[in-house]
């Protein structure tokens, strides 16, 4: 029923109620509201207001603040308001609407919405360039945008892309050298690695596991980011850990798994040994994805998680969890791949970030008192290190820890290391040696350990088979963890613990050590000359 006009409304005041007259100037008031917004929807859609500023259509803030569920919910909204069977005879209503679509074509995709940002970003950097009397230089040359299976990234694209994707980077600038002689090596990577996706597809479609090769040609997407392009050099300093050009980094950002590829080696900048690499440390990251069980914790879960448990607890304290530490991302891999190797025994592995809020009275400060009336047993003070600080590793014994607990103490653990004195993966690696033989006899039956179930179970047997191949030497000049040549050591649960190789010299002047083994006993031969 259409509302009447305001002479109407006058006219039969003294017959309404005031009720029905304040109702009918609101419907009234809106109606006229209404059809100005249609006429000036209508006007800027003649300018292409849709597809060239999509946020002031939908009505959005630009920029990230925006998320892809309220732009859905936006475009909902308008369309059921402007569309032209809920405005019969109003003909701005169709191009009101049209308007409204096109805005949604760009924005609801996650790819365009990217493209039209950074598209933005270049105009308004060009314009700050000119504004500065600067020209126009090759700052902002993509080397792969013709690639259609390399995507250019930035900071935005980045975190749309699906945080269960192991992605392969590399982080170029258009004036370097080595960058360029990298770049048809990239391009016959980013090839290959598609022909391994497409026959992924392919073996899933036909349930065939049997191809072991097959097995190590997991899906990895491949990206390039153009350091010098908009933000991208303070995000990939700050973010990523980009310390030197070109860099080939392997990520995931759900689980925090990073890897460096090393290129410093003359052999190491081929395409078969970087294929190598890639296909191997994925397969065994989606191996690590399924079979470990990291637990992050903080202030207010860890005593009541730990403390309360009779299992051991190996926990991590770490001074951030962040892809720019390097100590951090490297430690925390291998905190993934000691629960893996102790899966089927009494171990719980969790992880503390000390920098979260949360955590940082805990892990710091010494005087802090964090009881509560309900647990006032779980008052943890575990006094680490002030930051900055290596990454620290603890670990709590199995069975009872509460029988030893001291109001305002507590059980802090045991420090497993020192990182400036033992190399973290090495120390990782004679825990997990120790703890299976202490725990041999409560070590669960095979069918306790984590299996694959009804669609993963194609893709966890071919995650196995390649992973389990065993492999003690570096390949492919690169290698896992956070930087740096690895030393790949394989334990007997198939784990490889990745760390830096490093090269110890004799000092000048001095003859290699000769350690002759016996009994200490007088007269017999002691260790060392």
């Given at each position: ?6 002479s ?31 006429v ?56 009101a ?14 790819q365009?919405?990217?493209?039209f ?8 950097t ?20 013709k690639n ?8 935005k ?42 026959k992924?597809e ?21 990206g ?7 933000n ?14 070109p ?17 410093s ?15 191997r ?7 690590l994805?399924r ?43 291998n905190m993934?791949?000691?629960s893996a ?30 009881r509560?009336?309900a ?6 003070r ?13 670990a ?56 694959p ?31 740096g ?24 002047g001095?003859?290699?050590r000769?350690f ?6 007088g ?6 000359n």
């Open positions: 029923m259409q509302p009447e006009s305001l109407d409304v006058n006219n039969n005041d003294s017959k309404r109620s005031v009720a029905e007259i304040e109702a009918s100037r609101k419907a009234l008031k809106e109606r006229e509201e209404h059809l100005l917004e249609l000036r929807r209508s006007r800027e859609s003649r300018m292409g207001a849709g597809k060239n500023q999509p946020y002031h259509v939908l009505g959005l803030e630009e920029g990230d603040a925006a998320t892809q569920a309220s732009i859905r919910k936006a475009y909902r909204k308008l369309s059921l308001k402007f569309h032209p069977d809920k405005n019969e005879n109003l003909p701005d209503a169709v191009a609407f049209a308007d409204i679509v096109d805005a949604y074509e760009v924005l609801g995709d996650v365009k919405r990217a493209e940002d950074d598209s933005t970003d270049q105009k308004k060009a314009a700050s360039r000119r504004g500065h009397g600067q020209s126009e230089s090759d700052a902002d040359e993509d080397f792969y945008a259609p299976h390399i995507l250019n990234l930035n900071q694209l980045w975190f749309r892309q699906p945080e269960e994707s192991i992605w392969l980077i590399e982080v170029y600038a258009p004036w370097c050298p080595p960058c360029r002689k990298l770049k048809p090596m990239i391009e016959t990577v980013a090839n290959s690695l598609a022909l391994d996706a497409d992924e392919e073996h899933r479609a036909h349930d065939d596991v049997e191809d072991i090769a097959a097995a190590a040609r997991l899906g990895v997407s491949v390039a980011i153009n350091f010098e392009a908009g991208n050099k303070d995000w990939a300093n700050e973010h990523l850990g980009v310390t030197g050009l860099t080939l980094l392997l990520l995931n950002r759900k689980h925090r798994m990073r890897a460096k590829y090393d290129m080696t003359s052999n190491a900048r081929t395409a078969e040994s970087v294929l190598e690499w890639v296909r440390l994925s397969a065994e990251w989606r191996y994805f079979e470990s069980n990291v637990t992050l914790l903080d202030g207010s879960t860890f005593g009541p998680a730990v403390l309360n448990s009779t299992q051991m607890w190996v926990v991590l304290f770490s001074d951030g969890l962040g892809p720019e530490c390097t100590p951090c991302t490297e430690t925390l891999n993934r791949k000691l190797a102790l899966r089927a025994y009494p171990v719980s592995v969790g992880v503390v970030n000390c920098q979260d809020s949360a955590s940082s009275k805990m892990c710091y400060d010494s005087s802090a008192k964090q509560t009336s647990q006032p047993q779980f008052a943890v575990l006094e680490v290190p002030a930051p900055p600080h290596a990454p620290q590793v603890r709590w014994r199995r069975g009872n820890k509460t029988d030893h607990w001291e109001w305002g103490g507590g059980d802090k653990g045991e420090v497993m290391y020192n990182a400036n004195e033992v190399p973290p993966h090495i120390g990782l690696q004679i825990m997990e040696k120790s703890a299976r033989l202490a725990l041999a006899e409560e070590k669960a039956p095979p069918s306790h350990d984590l299996m179930t009804d669609g993963e179970e194609a893709r966890a047997a071919t995650d196995a088979a390649s992973f389990e191949a065993p492999s003690t030497t570096d390949t492919g000049g690169g290698g896992g963890g956070g930087g040549n690895p030393r790949q050591q394989q334990t007997s649960e198939n784990v490889f613990w990745d760390g830096p190789r490093k090269n110890r010299k004799e000092l000048p001095r003859k290699p000769k002759v083994y016996g009994r200490p006993s007269g017999q031969r002691r260790i060392g």
